[in-house]
């Protein structure tokens, strides 16, 4: 097995427990940059301020945000956490299938896949909780992107 | 109240974070109602489901928790 699939494969491990963490069915974009964060080469994340801890915050902002523009808020449930118990989700959803995608097409060939590609598939999305979170946390995801950019050429 | 939603942005992402809550929250009450010795035939009739679809989605999860299950 080539070094960028056990890479792989270990980002996705962690995904898979993040998902679990969140009650998910299927492991999402954001599970992988927590993947990243956590397991993954996240030096240049770490550089720009995107550490595992905010990361997840700026994903519970993200969520928290998009329900008040409904005029719901996710603190007044207090019902007990539900048990998570057996197997991580394996499923993968679409947000995470296009950051693989968009990823890929990074790369001219299978040999030429590099870490930095999945990074720059997973912060391509214009669309979604990724950009939004980042975006609502103040993160500058641009100019993360024309920095992963030039590592990836 | 909240502002008005005028970009579909918006109203797109509120849809997906209403669903993650509603997850969230069918798992937490479903739990709780369980070990408050609820019925699976009164869990689905309080969620609007029929009772072969709140035991498919919850019992797996419920039994390996631990929590003890009325049959009726």
New interface residues.
Partial sequence: MAAIDHYLNSVIQQARLEAFDD??ATLEACHLLLGIAVVGENTELIAAGLGYDQIRAALRE??EH???????S?AV?H?????R??DPPTTLGASAKLAFDRGFARARTKKDLRPVHLLLGILQAE?G?VP?ALALAGFDRPALIARLAGDAA | MPPELTDPADALAAVAALRRLADQLEEAAVEQAMRDGWSWPEVAEALGITRQAVHKKHAKRLIEAGVSLRRR
């Fill in positions: 009650g998910s993200e969520f998009s329900l008040q523009t409904v005029g719901v996710a449930y019902l007990p956490k539900p048990t118990v057996g669309i909780t939004r």
